[in-house]
């Protein structure tokens, strides 16, 4: 059973910096793709950043490219999202998912039906 486990969203103000982490276990992860999502009150859940952890190719929404990165510890099983310059409308629950099915090499990676695998979710609030 894979487990994701998010953690540090947090209360920041604009222009701010946060790290969030997820952990992974249950499975090894060597040809999965790892994505974060985030989800703002009465919007849809939408795709942020994805690395897999065979190679470390990178995507990201265009709303955040240039002030987030992802990236990941193999040794900790462990994803992060870096968020730099951060505004109040990425203000949003952050979710990391796990996709096994390696639609990643396809370029299918951006919507939720891409993953099988979610954590809890971890907020984060910018305020102006």
């Known amino acids: 059973q894979v487990q994701l486990v998010e953690s540090g969203g947090g209360l920041v103000q604009a222009g701010g910096s946060l790290r969030l982490s997820c952990a992974a276990s249950?499975?090894?992860?060597?040809?999965?793709?790892m994505g974060w999502f985030r989800q703002a009150p009465g919007k849809e859940r939408e795709f942020v950043a994805v690395?897999?952890?065979?190679?470390?190719?990178?995507y990201y929404a265009d709303s955040v490219k240039g002030r987030f990165t992802i990236s990941m510890d193999n040794a900790k099983n462990t994803v992060y999202l870096e968020m730099n310059g951060l505004k109040p409308e990425d203000t949003a629950v952050y979710y990391c998912?796990?996709?096994?099915?390696?639609?990643?090499?396809?370029?299918?990676?951006?919507?939720?039906?891409?993953?099988?695998?979610w954590g809890q979710g971890t907020q984060v609030t910018v305020s102006s």
């Open positions: 998912a796990a996709d096994p099915r390696g639609g990643y090499y396809s370029g299918n990676y951006y919507t939720t039906d891409d993953y099988d695998y």
């Open positions: 690395i897999n952890w065979s190679g470390p190719r990178t």
């Open positions: 249950g499975r090894t992860f060597s040809n999965y793709a």
